[in-house]
Nanobody
Framework: QVQLVESGGGLVQPGGSLRLSCSPS????????MGWYRQTPGNSREWVAS???????NYADSVKGRFTIRRDNADNKMYLQMNSLKPEDTAVYYC?????????WGQGTQVTVSS
């Protein structure tokens, strides 16, 4: 099993930045694929970005060029740097990790973009 704990959410004005962190309970090197998803009330969870153990990344078109995902083996964390935030980025953000062919989720962290 793997526990994932997110942190770093909060309230930010449009155009601002936030950095989310995800801390796994195991060595991040053994977690093959990791990613961030987000969800707003009444909607299904939406994929935002992903990074594999080798470092290759992918992004949803809606965040490409504004968000950066990375995993840091030294810190044993995964990060999502979010810049140029827009009100439509408001959501609960979830960390996801795939370990031994099973998906694990964090509890979520709220990001609110509002003036």
């Amino acid at each position: 099993q793997v526990q994932l704990v997110e942190s770093g959410g909060g309230l930010v004005q449009p155009g601002g930045s936030l950095r989310l962190s995800c801390s796994p309970s195991r060595d991040i090197a053994v977690i093959r694929g990791m990613g961030w998803y987000r969800q707003t009330p009444g909607n299904s969870r939406e994929w935002v970005a992903s990074v594999v153990s080798g470092g290759a990344t992918n992004y949803a078109d809606s965040v490409k060029g504004r968000f950066t995902i990375r995993r840091d083996n030294a810190d044993n964390k995964m990060y999502l740097q979010m810049n140029s935030l827009k009100p439509e980025d408001t959501a609960v953000y979830y960390c996801n990790g795939n370990y031994r062919n099973r998906d694990y989720w964090g509890q979520g962290t709220q990001v609110t973009v509002s003036s």
